[in-house]
């Protein structure tokens, strides 16, 4: 599995684990009408959910180390505008400050929120709002990228 997988994975476990009643399917089994999914990169036209989307940013040239943006889509219900809001609010609670958590291939030495963004409404009056997520990485070791370092 790719890092940009990984890092999806354990985000999603993350945001399932808060109190914002979430529901992730790896396996992207379909959720029932009555569920809040997690969804990989877009949100189905229509439905409140959470999408998660990893943009990989900068590596370190000489040592196993980089750093990855996990932005976290949130729709909520049409006409409450608050309701994305409480999602996200939900998933700080059990992201902003993570350290040491291994997901898959890599861990994440640190993850904190750096930004929030409000998307407005759609054309359903369905009310969506972004978190930016920048998370910190130890890569294993490559013989050009070596754990003490290429020097």
């Not at 609670?93 to 750096?114: D, E, K, N, P, W």
Request: charge should be negative; charged fraction near 20%.
């Amino acid at each position: 599995m790719s890092v940009a997988s990984d890092l999806t994975n354990a985000a999603a476990t993350l945001a399932a684990s808060s109190t914002a009643g979430l529901t992730w399917r790896s396996d992207g089994t379909a959720y029932a009408v009555s569920e809040t999914g997690i969804y990989r990169k877009r949100l189905p036209d229509g439905l409140r959910g959470l999408a998660i989307t990893v943009v990989m940013q900068e590596d370190d040239p000489v040592q196993p180390l980089g750093r990855a943006m996990i932005q976290l889509k949130a729709r909520g219900t049409k006409n409450s505008p608050t309701d994305p809001d409480d999602i996200l609010d939900a998933c700080f609670t059990v992201m902003h400050g993570v350290r040491g958590l291994v997901a898959g291939s890599c861990t994440i030495l640190q993850l904190l929120r750096g930004v929030r963004v409000p998307m407005g409404d759609d054309s359903a009056g369905a009310w969506e709002l972004i978190d930016q997520y920048y998370a910190d990485l130890d890569y294993p070791s490559t013989p050009l990228r070596p754990d003490a370092g290429y020097w």
